[in-house]
Every structure is written in structure tokens, then in C-alpha cells.
Nanobody, 115 residues
Framework: QVQLVESGGGLVQPGGSLRLSCAASGSIFSLFDMGWYRQAPGKQRELVAVIRSGGRRNYADSVKGRFIISRDNDKNTVNLQMNSLKPEDAAVYYC?????????WGQGTQVTVSS
């Protein structure tokens, strides 16, 4: 069992930055592909960024060049640096840990982008 706890959400003005963090329990964190997803009201949950166990990163087109995902396997954390935030980035952001046969979700953290 893996527990994921997100932090770092909040209210930010358009053009601002936020850094989300996800702390994971367990001793095999380095084996997981770690991802950030988001879900806005009335919309489906969508992938924002993923960093594979080997370090390869993928981003949704909508966040490329603005968001950076990183992981620290020594600290069992995955971070999402979000820059140049837009109102359409507002959503609940969820951390995800995935192996080929199982996945885990955090409880989510709210990001609001508004002036």
C-alpha cells in the first residue's frame, strides 16, 4: 500500500507560479511512474505530467514549457513547478503513483488561478 499526500495548492494570480509537492510512503518509490493529473469542475480528469521510474518526462501539450515535473527518490517526493499559470489551469491536482498492475491516488490539492 502506498499513501500519497499532496501539498502546495492555493490561490494565485494569472501569470504567477505555484509548486506542488507529493510525498509518498513506502520503500519502493523509485520503481513507480509518478504523475500529476488535474480535474476541473465538469471535466474529466486529465494527465498533466508524468515522470517515469527511469526519469523520462512527458507533459500535456497545454502545459509544455510552463510546468516542470521532478522527483527525489531519496525523499520519496514528486514535485510540479507550475509557471505562467492561466485561469484554465485551475483545478484539483492529484498525484498518482503507478506500476503496471496497480495505481494509487492522493486526495488532491486545489489550485485556483484568479485575479
Amino acid at each position: 500500500q502506498v499513501q500519497l499526500v499532496e501539498s502546495g495548492g492555493g490561490l494565485v494570480q494569472p501569470g504567477g507560479s505555484l509548486r506542488l509537492s507529493c510525498a509518498a510512503s513506502g520503500s519502493i518509490f523509485s520503481l513507480f511512474d509518478m504523475g500529476w493529473y488535474r480535474q476541473a469542475p465538469g471535466k474529466q480528469r486529465e494527465l498533466v505530467a508524468v515522470i517515469r521510474s527511469g526519469g523520462r518526462r512527458n507533459y500535456a501539450d497545454s502545459v509544455k514549457g510552463r510546468f516542470i515535473i521532478s522527483r527525489d527518490n531519496d525523499k520519496n517526493t514528486v514535485n510540479l513547478q507550475m509557471n505562467s499559470l492561466k485561469p484554465e489551469d485551475a483545478a484539483v491536482y492529484y498525484c498518482n503513483a503507478r506500476l503496471p498492475t496497480i495505481g494509487y491516488w492522493g486526495q488532491g490539492t486545489q489550485v485556483t488561478v484568479s485575479s
